[in-house]
């Protein structure tokens, strides 16, 4: 790992002052070269691997009341970005009032990870594409001219929304979050924004290439909000590993549904592991939605989510996997 | 002084009779282990030890040229080495070496150093090597000559007059070892004539066959130290380029240079199991028997020859068969030994062929292997893990399950075999002292079969003590020689050793005894931590009274080998049942079990634990391990622990240890057989639950989407 200065504000308009670097003078544009640190368990690795040198890290972690996850009285949540993945798996209100949202924490990484990690950083990590953590693969995601895994070893790569990269957002917690409508805090010197979580995420044809969110140089991801559900609404998250214990998604699916008289009135549903953000399936919703749950619509929904998948060379098992969670975790609704 | 009579050869007592052997026996050493107080290469600190790093080369094939002038001027680096320049033969060839105050400063260095790649075409997999016009990686061409076994001819006309008939291409991929404790030494030569050389070893005294001549020493003035390692798995003999990368700048520098291999060095450079292509086409006849056996075996292992087992079928017998071997060479590190060198192979394609030909003759594949297995005991076995597995009452035999909710459950079986026989190489010397301390020293390694535990246990069970009675001092190449741990021989070679050591001393002390006590000496029985006179109770020593005659010189002997306390020659049956879902293509395992044979079980706790990491490496070979080299950019893509795959706790099934009582031979050793069955039970278990017959390791959800054709 490269030295590095490290910083350590103690508030957010400090962090801000100090990240404010990169859009001003010789660290214009160059986005790595400040950094900011949170549980640090993509980070640390990245710099390891020397896929990223910064020279500053601004460690988030001295800022008091990031770290805060909490019901209002309507029932919404608000998650700190600097919670983390053991505090929400673990949080009582999280696993009865939003299960979906605790299964997605308990299926990241290992126990170890989830202790350290934060959602801030869950939400923020790098692709964990093969060629992109190949320090010597100059890959597009790295300022390079060329997506290696378009024409090279794509088993774990895109099958939905890529090009001109193909990589797939690795957080579990984003397709929970999207599917439950969750708005995303980003702080910046002029105050606060808030962006729906769903537009948080950019396809690498949105934005720069570079980069997986609409985050700016000098803005830090400071809380979630999940609203209160609607009534009735329940959801899951089933993810698929290849290794049980400790694995990235090769594909994963958040799914809510709501049933009134029989039939689902309301649905959402969002895909994980198989495009570069986490992939909202409105067809899907909409092939649910007035159905009764059973085989048949269960069955429909995972086809309309594939809807559109253009697999590479090694990656056409993830369409029918795809269908497969989707059939299996609305099934599971049904059962519980 | 009365002429001392020779030693009686030892013998082990009846099983009935055992106190410590064959029982339940935690690792003496545990405690260390788990704590971290013990030991390993990795943990070695020593005064003005600097910290090296080998510099490895990311591509297959290029030209190299080394400027190493910069990583001189980064702070704290203290020697920088060239190790190869020119052209390179392979992916993570090491190139240079840095040593620096700390390892940070070392990483440092390395990046330092101006790396100039030409890239010269390579061949990393069998296509590549294969292709017409393809770059040389091995001395003669990418082919080796073919071993060929048994006449085609023969063995066509036995297939042609068969009922059902089988031909499939069976695929393994380069697995690696994989070990916690990377490869590396420490060596500690400060100049003078005399060194040490910590190393993580399978071999003590393989180290002197190394280390002196790079520092210029004799053997005499070097001393191997192997407390603790970190698992080897047959990757793991000598002291490598990396050690000899650290001789060279211990040497240089006049300090104490600590080298351990970096995780994805590692995954380059240290070794790897050969990957296989088989091409096989067998014929049975409608009542089971099988017939004709052709087989075309492909080796890949890297810059080496691969492993594969001898020229015949694997196991089963065939009234006629042809088996040609050869290897192809690639621009990659080149194949080690590694647990059972070539059996898992062998035996993954045998058994899934075996099975197909069950399947396509609709018979039960139990029976059809056992219909085909000459040896008796390996009916023996497979008939233990079928009721253990539940096979009686399993519904689908012959044919996959009916699917419930598009869930099939299957179950599935494979057998192994192995030598595990010992020979002469190891003495040990047992010692006797007067305030009661007993202690047996030989300077052996554990590769992990519990090494120490099981001298101990055998000298306890000689003198009637308890284990903790008993130290078992190893690792140290002062101490008595040892052979290295290959081939899972050490457990019958070093065990008559100890034996033999024991039942000496046990003579000799009973002769000093007989003389106090005036008693016979045949007459005294060590038991229970007392010497007594077996006919008449008041004649009876504690084991403190009893040491307490000896004088302050105690009392020694001297073991080697006696063979008739060992035995060769081992058989494994394992089944597994699974449990795949079609939807999704996931496979979990639920249930693995193996019967194992192994003569004289030492420590039974020690036997099942090798049974059941064995049954786990292969489930993890079987699901998940694969070593992944892009052929176009030549890159190593999952050097590394997340990458690579390996079966974490999750992943581990229910799993039953049967050792096989019936077996009343003297020691054998069964680490290696224990590896050999286990992915080729899976993967019939997955045909048998859902009818995906997958041919190409690692099982993984691609796969077996695809085999129920459900991939567009």
Redesign the interface.
Known sequence: ?KAFTLKNPTSLAQAIEILGARTQGAVRGSHGKLQVLAGGQDLLTEMKE?LVEPEVLVNLKGIGGLDAIQFDAQGALSIGALATLTSLEEHEGVRTKLPMLAEAARSIASPQIRSVGTVGGNLCQRPRC??Y??E??KCLKKGGSEC?SY???N?YNAILGGGPSYIVHPSDLAPALVALEARATLRGPAGEREVPLERFFTLPTEGSVLRENVLAEDEILVRVTVPAPATGMRGTYLK?K??????FA?ASVAVGVAIEGGKISKARLVLGGVAPIPWRAPEAEAALVGQAMGDAAWKAAGEAAVRGAEPLA????K???A???V??ALQSLSRA | MAERKPPSAAAWPPRAALTVLNHDLPRVDGPAKVSGRARYTHDVRLPGMLYARVLCCPLPCAEVTLDLAPARKIPGVEGVIELMTGKTGYLGQPVAAVAARTPEQAEDGLRAIVLTLVPKPWAVDHAQATAEGAPKAGRNGNVSKENVAGDAKDAEAAIAGADAVVEATYTLPVQHHACLETHGVVVDYRGGDQATVYCSTQGTFTVLDDAPGELGLKSSQVTAIVDHMGGGFGSKFGIGIEGKAACMLSKQLGKPVHLMLERPDEFVTAGNRSGSRQTLRAGASRDGKLLGFVGDVTKLGGTGGGSFPGSRPYIYSFEKSCVRVRSVYTHTDSARAMRAPGHPQASFAMESLVDELAAKLAMDPLEFRKRNLKDPVYRRHLDAVAREIGWPDHPNKTAPAALADGIGVGIGFAVSTWGGGGGDGCEVDVRIDRDGSVVASVGTQDLGTGVRTYVAAIVAEEFGLPLDAVVARIGDSRLASATPSGGSTTTASLAPSVKNGAAKLRGMFAERLAKTMGVDEARLRFAGGRVADEQDSKKSLSWQQACAVLGQEGLSARGTHQSDLAANGIHGAQAAKVRVDTLTGRIEVLKMVCMQDCGLPLNRMAIRSQIQGGMVQALSYGLLEERVIDPQSGWALNANLEDYKIAHPLEIPEMVALIDDEDARGVIGLAEATVIPGHGAIANAVFNACGARIRDLPMTPDKVLAALGKVG
């Open positions: 790992m020397h093969w060629y953590r190949n010597h693969a290696f024409s090279g070893l088993k698929f290849e290794r049980g214990s400790f694995d090769l090694h990656n056409a098992y369409v029918p996997l269908k497969g969670l059939f299996r």
